[in-house]
């Protein structure tokens, strides 16, 4: 399977406490998206690197989260101190940096976080 | 502000027929469109896209319309089939040449019945 993979599946943890999530994008794509989606809505952008680069961040991305590509491979969002409100589907996804491919983002399975 | 707006939460189509989906949205800097297919449990499929610069993009039984002047675009699937039924999400882009943000609208559940 070459496509973008996400680990863990689902995540369950106590308020307050550090969560990682780690995403494998397809290989030969350098560029590396992360989303948030919550029920009823459609995914809203994170931050994205090309290669190692961290190059956009959202105004969502407290300074609780951090999110790292080194070596331009896989990627690992953390988030510090966990609130409910982060409770989400978090997604990944890759493309590649030119041409009208670049458009076209190929998403993971996502990662299930819930805040207890 | 919702810059992509899918405002059919669900739609119920017979199958082979026609399953249209629609989508405005309000920023006249996106240049690219895209429509993703979403199943549960799983991350969104890209299914099909269109440029600015064009008005129609078809690809199989998937063809998008795209409207400027109304900022309107539409999805059409014909026939439908019942493996057709998922969350579809309207997508838009800017940022030609460089990095291309991605605006997702809050999707339409589509329900093809056998």
């Known amino acids: 399977d070459t496509g973008v993979s996400q680990n863990p599946r689902h995540k369950i943890t106590k308020r307050g406490q550090n969560v990682t999530f780690r995403c494998d994008p397809i290989?030969?794509?350098?560029?590396l998206y992360w989303y948030r989606q919550t029920l009823g809505q459609g995914p809203e952008f994170l931050t994205y690197?090309?290669?190692?680069?961290?190059?956009?961040k959202s105004r969502l991305l407290s300074d609780r989260f951090s999110a790292e590509r080194p070596k331009g491979s896989f990627s690992t969002l953390e988030i510090q101190r966990t609130e409910q409100g982060d409770s989400a589907m978090y997604l990944c996804?890759?493309?590649?940096?030119?041409?009208?491919?670049?458009?076209?983002?190929?998403f993971g399975p996502g990662t299930r976080l819930t805040v207890t | 502000d919702q810059q992509v707006k899918q405002n059919s939460p669900s739609l119920s189509v017979q199958e082979g027929r026609i399953s249209i989906l629609n989508c405005d949205y309000t920023?006249?800097?996106?240049?690219?469109f895209l429509w993703y297919k979403k199943y549960p449990a799983e991350g969104p499929t890209f299914l099909i896209s269109?440029?600015?610069?064009?008005d129609k993009n078809e690809d199989g039984r998937f063809t998008v319309f795209l409207n400027k002047s109304a900022k309107h675009l539409s999805l059409h699937i014909v026939p439908s089939q019942p493996g057709d039924s998922a969350v579809y999400f309207c997508?838009?882009?800017?940022?030609?040449?460089?990095?291309?943000?991605?605006?997702f609208g809050i999707g339409t559940k589509l329900q093809v019945i056998p």
């Open positions: 996804a890759s493309s590649l940096a030119v041409g009208i491919s670049s458009y076209e983002q190929y």
């Open positions: 290989s030969e794509h350098n560029r």
């Open positions: 690197f090309q290669n190692e680069a961290q190059l956009e």
């Open positions: 920023n006249s800097m996106f240049d690219y």
């Open positions: 269109i440029s600015s610069i064009k």
């Open positions: 997508a838009a882009s800017e940022g030609a040449g460089g990095y291309q943000k991605v605006t």
